[in-house]
């Protein structure tokens, strides 16, 4: 019978890297996401924890729902501890073994966002993935830089409402000249799946941005979670598309730089923001203007994307 | 193999013997130059190490806490502010019993910017639960990096080394490098029982409630108190291949003293230079050299000062509020005992200020003419 | 099913002493002892729904299991799946009014699937003459059939696959009713009618055309030699005009008379050009017909065009073919030559006034205006009605329709031996192929009950399809659906419950119909059967609403891991309620809501 989903059957019911009874929310994307990521990633992966709701998600001492290796570092170190794992495994011919790197959005556009640049500048060979649930959830739900606009969170809330834009952060991570920059979410798990397959085979720092839905973050049910995060690429909000930096050069008989954008999902249905905002609950106290704001600057977005994706070489700061 | 060499070569040279797999440090003076000749030699192929050129030294930490995790023998090195900043991983490369070893030259802290000698910066890190070793001449320096990693790997707890910026870090010394063979010899391969393993997958730090946490930490104070032990093991070995003996905390004359300076890092060498001018005058003076400071000796300090009149401790160190460090901890460790001695505090060389053996002399001579400190602690050469 | 419970392999650790801990923090085990279970209050479970085309269906055909078949290419399956609901794939695969198309989920999103092409494919694919694989033995009950249109074929297919012994009377020298005497061979050929009997025969159903009850045989008689009985004479008498004349020409007649007599192979005598009146089937069809036997013909109708009850692809067909139509048009005089010819027929302009009863718009005489029609015979089709001369007033009638139950069976006055059930066009139910076959089904059901003295009314309950009023044949057999999963006929999954975003466009297959001008020459069938490759084409395009199809979706969404594959030999999943914690993605994310999400509590049996 026909799959939705160009993920292998083999791959779905072959034995978990990820075994039940974690400590997740009902619906929380993290560990769909961490499921799903590993389905792409195979066995030998190691993967790198800083604070964040997935130190939670994997259980307590001395028990660890992820079967493959992990690592919990602190807050602010998950690309630089993912870089020493790196160094460490390397040392002892483990090459092959992927590190990831998984962080919240706090723990990557705020607080992480220095050894994440580090780790980027030098080109370590990591995967870093931020599952982006758009604030601090672990904590009980605070802002971030990774907060949209408008969204509630128990440090904006009604009468200090978040007018600043979520970071940029697919282009400040572009602007480190990494190999590859994707974006992907769990309402399209094949596209997930294609991404943490392909970057197995690259080296040097991959990063891939992650939107992860979170019911109680969000105030959605739990069982809409992953139909609201498909909304957001549907309107454009969270568009999915990844960058390569490098092309093999016939010509020169080597890579050279060329940084193609490809976006995956062209949404088959126009759906205006505001039918994604109303979806949530976070989203109530926003006023229309804000909306409308929030509408043009994501058409705005995906003009340029698109421009950036119809194959003309670009540089990262066009 | 004698050669003169500085203080921070005589670390990279210990670092190489070690056969050390990555490293991963940040620079700040006067440590760069540690940092800057292991560079090349990872560059040269020297050393077949993997430098990890680190934006922070807590990423200069957090990093050799992955690797170590990993399995691998690490290396850091810092002084001052970047200890300073480390401060949070510190606790965790101890909490997750990483074998890691640091070395770290005593800079004094900011502001306003000072770059010489004060043992504030590692202190101020005695809870962090590392290991903490002081040195106090390049020799000594590169043979502790030696018999660090001989500690770290047995109790599984990361050691801190330190030595005074400049009058070690940048000063130049003989210093007797050992063959490799023989550090081989001494130090095994690394191969811990837990690390990250793809076949036996584990979560090393995780989660744990207050129903486990408690022995948790028991455990690890446990592993630190026999650190002790194992360190005098060590340092025996170490004699046995090497010829140098080392210990916990190294006593200059103390048989028959009855007034006993305490110093720590170089210090002690002017000290000592003063005890023996003392004792040409026929002064039952002597030295205790604190070399191990946590765990904490407190049996040997007992056994050293418990019997003497007057113990003089020096701190190149301000707890301010309080006084110094490695005196407020001699005094809790001497108060169980019944005739306890007199303790003198005295701060002295505070941000790289010179304490010369007159100073010692000076110190001393306050201690032997007052029954009783005078000033609780002395500020040794304070312009009043 | 033999699959290990995970959490029967969780490890617990109890640590009482310090010195039973690990000399570090590292984990020893999974999480499995932590039943994440315990969290939930509304659990997920697997439930086969009603399709809305199934549950527009009045026989309640179950297409989506046949059009799972045929996605396999398992045609031989698909057709007795088929024929579980509805006997007669190639017949309504041919002329049904597709109630199912009308309301197929799938037109949201672009169009909907030809469904009845589709069955006509399936009917196609099978000798129809081959007898039901899985006769049961006699039961020991015989049932008289009178009339052998589709809802007497149908009460004797199923009443024989319950056991019955099966006779069928026919008035007329051929089987088939309207299939075979009204709708034009253009489009349903004889030779599928009769295979189609040919089929009935081959399972032991005695056939006897020329046999009029009332004329060659009495209803008393069959009364007391047969234990039940069933009544489908449909309606074979036509309304009349009531105008002077009407009687007098033998260029004026019945729509569904001059369709018996080119069916019969009779000859009619329509002169050049035709004026149909009425605008239902038997007016299109006899209008159609006369196209075919070289006249023109127009249509004469007393509404407009959206008014008319003819299936509207048949009035476009129609049109095609030359047939025209004058509407807002009713007859008021017909004027006739000496000879019996017509000379004119004179007719009213109407005007459309406020709905009738029937909703339509009530069709009202514009003062006065009258115009003329030139035509050289004149064809009523308004209205087909019952001859009932054959009760013999033992069974009552009211309106032209018989009098039934529930059960469709009848309040027959004097004593006899047999049940008397009816169905089809005399009872009251709307007047198409499917209904009929509904009515039949229903019947044969009814009677079986009957005969076992169930209730029947609370097997009606159990088997009845969504809203009903279909009902489930194979659910009254027991037999169980292709896919073993609870079974939930209540629920109907319509468009709403569909997630779209699933889907993708693709259009309908085309059909291939010969163009006007070469079949209006002929009374041959001019569409063709899909080919195997546009039946698999279109049958992809079917969205299995309702039912589960192992898309994979639930297991690759569920984030806890609680959705396990059933695995070899078995079909679909099974959760693991001792991890899910009621998340309900699975529920959400199932793109034909084949999930349910139940109270906690509610005691269930699930066959996970
Ligand atoms: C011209 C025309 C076109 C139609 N087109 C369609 C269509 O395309 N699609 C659709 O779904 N429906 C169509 N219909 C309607 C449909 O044909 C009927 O609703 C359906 O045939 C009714 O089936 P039935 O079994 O009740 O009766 P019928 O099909 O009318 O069969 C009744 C049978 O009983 C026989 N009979 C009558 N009295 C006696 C007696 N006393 N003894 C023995 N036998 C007797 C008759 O000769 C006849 O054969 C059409 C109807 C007409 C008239
Ligand atoms: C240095 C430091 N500061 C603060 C915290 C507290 N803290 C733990 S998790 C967290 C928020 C994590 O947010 P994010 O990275 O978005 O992950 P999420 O919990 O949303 O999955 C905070 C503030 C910490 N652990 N360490
Ligand atoms: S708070 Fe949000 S992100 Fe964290 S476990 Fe719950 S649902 Fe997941
Ligand atoms: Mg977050």
Avoid at chain 1, 255 to 283: H, S
Avoid at chain 3, 224 to 239: E, I, K, P, Q, W
Avoid at chain 3, 382 to 403: A, C, M, Q, S
Wanted: charged share 25%; proline share 5%; net charge negative.
């Amino acid at each position: 019978m026909q799959k939705t989903f160009d993920i292998p059957r083999e791959l779905m019911t072959e034995e978990e890297l990820l075994q039940p009874g974690m400590l997740s929310c009902q619906g929380c994307g993290a560990s769909l996401a961490m499921k799903l990521a590993l389905k792409g990633l195979g066995k030998r992966t190691v993967v790198v924890i800083p604070a964040c709701c997935w130190t939670i998600i994997n259980g307590v001492y001395p028990y660890s729902a992820l079967q493959v290796p992990i690592i919990h570092v602190p807050f602010e170190t998950a690309a630089i501890s993912a870089s020493g794992v790196r160094a460490g495994l390397d040392a002892r011919g483990e090459k092959d073994v992927v590190v990831m790197a998984w962080a919240g959005d706090g723990g990557t556009f705020d607080i992480g966002i220095q050894s994440l640049s580090g780790a980027a500048e030098r080109n370590d060979d990591i995967l870093y993935v931020c599952y982006d649930n758009e604030a601090y959830m672990n904590t009980g739900i605070q802002r971030s830089s990774a907060t949209p606009v408008g969204a509630w969170t128990t440090t904006t809330p009604a009468g200090s409402i978040k007018e600043e834009p979520k970071k940029d952060i697919e282009e400040i991570m572009l602007a480190h000249h990494i190999p590859y920059m994707a974006t992907t979410s769990v309402a399209y798990p094949d596209d997930m799946y294609m991404k943490f397959k392909k970057v197995r085979h690259i080296t040097g720092t991959k990063f891939i941005h992650l939107l992860s839905p979170c019911p109680p973050g969000w105030r959605i049910d739990p069982s809409k979670s992953v139909q609201i995060t498909r909304m957001a690429t549907q309107a454009k909000v969270f568009p999915l598309y990844e960058v390569r930096r490098w092309r093999f050069s016939k010509k020169r008989g080597r890579l050279e730089e060329n940084w193609k954008y490809t976006i995956n999902i062209y949404p088959d249905r126009e759906l205006p923001v505001k039918e994604y905002m109303k979806a949530q609950g976070r989203f109530q106290q926003m006023t229309e203007d804000m909306v409308n704001d929030v509408q043009e600057r994501v058409d705005r977005k995906w003009d340029e994307l698109i421009r950036k994706a119809d194959g003309r070489p670009l540089t990262p700061n066009e | 193999m004698k050669q003169v060499i500085k203080g921070n070569f005589a670390v990279s040279h210990g670092v190489k013997l070690c056969r050390v797999k990555v490293i991963s440090a940040y620079p700040i003076t006067p440590q760069t130059t540690i940092v800057e000749e292991l560079s090349e030699m990872c560059a040269s192929g020297e050393l077949d190490a993997k430098f990890i050129k680190v934006e922070s030294e807590h990423s200069a930490m957090a990093g050799v806490i992955g690797s170590s995790t990993a399995g691998v023998r690490s290396f850091t090195a810092t002084s001052s502010q970047g200890l300073l900043l480390m401060h949070e991983v510190l606790h965790w490369a101890a909490g997750a019993r990483l074998p890691i070893v640091l070395a770290n030259v005593n800079r004094a802290v900011g502001p306003g910017w000072n770059i010489w000698a004060d043992q504030t910066d590692s202190l101020s890190q005695r809870d962090t639960g590392l290991i903490q070793v002081y040195c106090e001449s390049n020799q000594e320096v590169l043979d502790s990096v030696i018999m660090a990693y001989k500690l770290a790997e047995k109790v599984s707890l990361p050691v801190m080394l330190t030595y005074d910026a400049f009058f070690l870090s940048h000063t130049s010394e003989i210093v007797d490098i050992p063959e490799i063979e023989q550090v081989d010899e001494f130090l095994p391969p690394y191969n811990p029982e837990f690390r990250i393993d793809i076949n036996n997958p584990r979560s090393f730090g995780g989660m744990i409630g207050p129903d486990y946490y408690f022995e948790e930490r028991y455990i690890m104070h446990k592993d630190a108190l026999k650190a002790l032990e194992y360190y005098q093991q060590v340092c025996k070995e170490f004699e046995e291949i090497f010829g140098r003996e080392y210990d916990i905390c190294e006593e200059y004359r103390t048989g028959d003293a009855e007034v006993i300076v305490v110093a720590a890092g170089t210090i002690t060498s002017v000290s000592r230079i003063a005890v023996d001018k003392f004792r040409e005058e026929g002064k039952k003076v002597g030295l205790m050299k604190l070399r191990m400071f946590r765990p904490v000796p407190v049996e040997r300090w007992r056994k050293v000062l418990g019997n003497v009149a007057k113990v003089v401790v020096m701190d190149r160190n301000l707890t301010a509020g309080l006084g110094g460090v490695f005196a407020s901890e001699i005094q809790a460790a001497l108060y169980p005992i019944e005739n306890k001695p007199m303790v003198y505090p005295v701060i002295a060389g505070l941000g790289g200020r010179d304490v010369t053996p007159d100073d010692i002399e000076g110190i001393i001579n306050y201690a032997l003419s007052n029954d009783k400190p005078t000033d609780v602690p002395l500020f040794w050469g304070l312009k009043e | 099913m033999a699959m290990k419970k995970r959490s029967e392999m969780a490890k617990e650790y109890d640590f009482t002493s310090w010195r039973d801990f690990t000399p570090m923090n590292i984990s020893l085990g999974t999480m499995l002892h932590n039943m994440t279970g315990s969290w939930r209050f509304i659990k997920p479970i697997y439930e086969d729904k009603v399709p809305a085309c199934q549950n527009a269906c009045p026989a309640g055909n179950d297409i989506e299991g046949w059009i799972k078949l045929v996605q396999k290419g398992e045609y031989d399956k698909a057709y007795w799946h088929l024929k579980q609901e509805q006997p007669f794939p190639a017949i309504l695969g041919r002329i049904c009014f597709k109630f199912c198309e009308t309301s197929c989920n799938r037109a949201v999103l672009d169009d909907y699937v030809s469904i009845n092409e589709l069955e006509r494919f399936v009917g196609d694919q099978v000798d129809l003459s081959t007898p039901h694989p899985d006769l049961p033995e006699y039961n020991g009950k015989n049932l008289a059939v009178v009339g052998s249109g589709p809802a007497g074929m149908s009460v004797a297919y199923y009443g024989r696959l319950l056991g019955f012994r099966v006779t069928m009377f026919e008035a007329l020298p051929e089987m088939g009713g309207i299939l075979r005497v009204g709708i034009p061979a253009y489009r349903l050929p004889r030779e599928v009618v009769a295979a189609e009997f040919a089929g009935l025969k081959n399972m032991g159903i005695e056939l006897l055309p020329k046999t009029g009850v009332g004329k060659d045989i009495t209803l008393n008689e069959l009364r007391n030699n047969y234990d039940y009985m069933f009544l489908a004479t449909g309606v074979h008498a036509s309304m009349k005009l009531n105008l002077e004349g009407e009687d007098q020409s033998h260029r004026i007649m019945s729509g569904l008379g001059m369709l018996k007599k080119v069916a019969l192979g009779e000859e009619v005598d329509l002169g050049d050009r035709v004026a149909v009146i009425g605008g239902g089937n038997t007016a299109i069809d006899a209008a159609r017909t006369a196209i075919r036997l070289g006249a023109d013909a127009t249509v004469v109708y007393r509404r407009s065009e959206t008014e008319m009850p003819a299936h509207s692809e048949e009035i476009e067909k129609a049109r095609e073919e030359g047939v025209r139509f004058r509407f807002l048009a009713a007859p008021e005089k017909i004027e006739l030559n000496d000879d019996g010819t017509i000379r004119k027929l004179v007719c009213c302009e109407m005007e459309l006034g406020p709905p009738d009863e029937s909703g339509r718009k009530r069709p009202v005489k514009k003062d006065g205006v009258l115009f003329d029609i030139k035509t050289d015979s004149i064809v009523t089709a308004i209205g087909e009605i019952p001859l009932f001369d054959y009760l013999n007033k033992i069974i009552k009638t009211e309106n032209r329709v018989i009098e039934v139950n529930e059960c469709l069976e009848v309040d027959a006055k004097a004593d006899g031996k047999a049940k008397i059930f009816a169905g089809g066009d005399i009872i009251d139910m709307p007047h198409t192929v499917v209904h009929a076959v509904a009515s039949g089904k229903k019947a044969a059901i009814a009677m079986d009950c009957d005969r076992k003295g169930v209730e029947f009314a609370g097997v009606l309950k159990k088997i009845a399809i969504g809203d009903g009023p279909a009902i489930s044949f194979s659910q009254y057999m027991g037999w169980s659906p292709i896919n073993p999963v609870r079974q939930n006929n209540s629920m109907v999954v319509d468009s709403e419950k569909i997630v779209y975003d699933y889907f993708v466009k693709e259009p309908q297959v085309e059909k291939k119909i010969q163009d006007a001008n070469s079949r209006k020459g002929s009374f041959e069938p001019y569409s063709d059967t899909f080919s195997e490759k546009d039946a698999l084409q279109e049958a992809s395009r079917c969205m299995h609403c309702g039912r589960c199809t192992e898309c994979d979706n639930c297991l690759i969404f569920c984030p806890d891991i609680s959705v396990l594959v059933k695995g070899k030999g078995h079909f679909g999943y099974a959760f693991d309620y001792d991890y899910c914690k009621g998340c309900g993605i699975c529920f959400t994310e199932c793109p034909r809501n084949a999930i349910t999400m139940i109270d906690e509590e509610t005691p269930i049996e699930i066959d996970n």
